[in-house]
Nanobody, 122 residues
Framework: QVQLVESGGGLVQPGGSLRLSCAAS????????MGWFRQAPGKEREFVGA????????YYGDSVKGRFTISRDSTKSTVYLQMNSLRREDTAVYYC???????????????WGQGTQVTVSS
């Protein structure tokens, strides 16, 4: 069955960096757009970024542009989210997701990971 397993979350100080990883299995990785979403308590799920099937094109939410970078390694069926200049408002559970046809909308994604907590605090 399809599995998306995130790792790399944790506690970081404002201004710090973290790199999230998402290892995919049970699907043909190259045929899926891979995305990252986040959800903070009491807030709606928010699009963070996505990378196209071939890894050439990347897309970002306005709140993370210029600070976060998404990439994928097809040899490892893994997608990454490099997060720099972290802010308190980046605190959330971060989810990896795979989509055959979607990009920005969470409901267009077919498979989801279990999520990893990122907390930005001093």
């Amino acid at each position: 069955q399809v599995q998306l397993v995130e790792s790399g979350g944790g506690l970081v100080q404002p201004g710090g960096s973290l790199r999230l990883s998402c290892a995919a299995s049970g699907l043909t990785f190259s045929t899926y757009t891979m995305g990252w979403f986040r959800q903070a308590p009491g807030k709606e799920r928010e699009f963070v970024g996505a990378v196209s099937r071939g890894g050439v094109s990347t897309y970002y939410g306005d709140s993370v542009k210029g600070r976060f970078t998404i990439s994928r390694d097809s040899t490892k069926s893994t997608v990454y989210l490099q997060m720099n200049s972290l802010r308190r408002e980046d605190t959330a559970v971060y989810y990896c997701a795979a989509s055959r046809n979607g990009l920005y909308a969470w409901y267009a994604y077919d498979y989801w990971g279990q999520g990893t907590q990122v907390t930005v605090s001093s």
